[in-house]
T-cell receptor
Framework: AQKVTQAQTEISVVEKEDVTLDCVYETRDTTYYLFWYKQPPSGELVFLIRRNSFDEQNEISGRYSWNFQKSTSSFNFTITASQVVDSAVYFCALSGTSYGKLTFGQGTILTVHP | EPEVTQTPSHQVTQMGQEVILRCVPISNHLYFYWYRQILGQKVEFLVSFYNNEISEKSEIFDDQFSVERPDGSNFTLKIRSTKLEDSAMYFC??????????????FGDGTRLSIL
């Protein structure tokens, strides 16, 4: 069975602070895919990143960066110089195949105060 | 950019009534999904659909639920006799192009279903 744990239920920061959202996963699959989605207050799910289990390179996209560590089964997400518009619920998700179902974590509510 | 479209955005239904949630996936996608999110909780998988049949379903997806792709563009979720606990946001997603290039699942904006 697959499981995704986001231990941080809520995080509150002040604008311009850096913030890291933790994600730990469990799977028996040797090949799998990890994702982050953002859910702003309007409710839609916005895709941020997808990583497959063979690619442990860290990724940076603007103020966003992701750290994938297979040894600790973690796929953490860092926002540098946070902004009020980053306020949202962030979900980490796992899939065992390219087109398989997504197993989501409980989500982390991020609030960025001005 | 192509997107997944869901209608209606909000559906209010009396308990025991049938409801059909509609989705138009991205046009050249081959894999379709329904998820639900009870208010304040995580997103849960319901069912996946490929090649005109269900490829996987969760324990939530019992006999009260069905999916259909009635034509080349729509993908529907039917709940036959709604219960109070069916109140949730329902998300449709699609992925997978004929060239099998790796694609993430793209989600619609969701349908908020309220059962009274």
């Amino acid at each position: 069975a697959q499981k995704v744990t986001q231990a941080q239920t809520e995080i509150s920061v002040v604008e311009k602070e850096d913030v890291t959202l933790d994600c730990v996963y469990e799977t028996r699959d040797t090949t799998y895919y990890l994702f982050w989605y953002k859910q702003p207050p309007s409710g839609e799910l916005v895709f941020l990143i997808r990583r497959n289990s063979f690619d442990e390179q860290n990724e940076i996209s603007g103020r966003y960066s992701w750290n994938f560590q297979k040894s600790t089964s973690s796929f953490n997400f860092t926002i540098t110089a946070s902004q009020v518009v980053d306020s949202a619920v962030y979900f980490c998700a796992l899939s065992g195949t390219s087109y398989g179902k997504l197993t989501f974590g409980q989500g982390t509510i991020l609030t960025v105060h001005p | 950019e192509p997107e997944v479209t869901q209608t209606p955005s909000h559906q209010v239904t009396q308990m025991g009534q049938e409801v059909i949630l509609r989705c138009v996936p991205i046009s050249n996608h081959l894999y379709f999904y329904w998820y639900r999110q009870i208010l304040g909780q995580k997103v849960e998988f319901l069912v996946s659909f490929y090649n005109n049949e269900i490829s996987e379903k969760s324990e939530i997806f019992d006999d009260q639920f069905s999916v259909e792709r009635p034509d080349g563009s729509n993908f529907t979720l039917k709940i036959r006799s709604t219960k109070l606990e069916d109140s949730a946001m329902y998300f449709c997603a699609s992925t997978g192009t004929p060239d099998y290039s790796n694609q993430p699942q793209h989600f619609g904006d969701g349908t908020r279903l309220s059962i009274l």
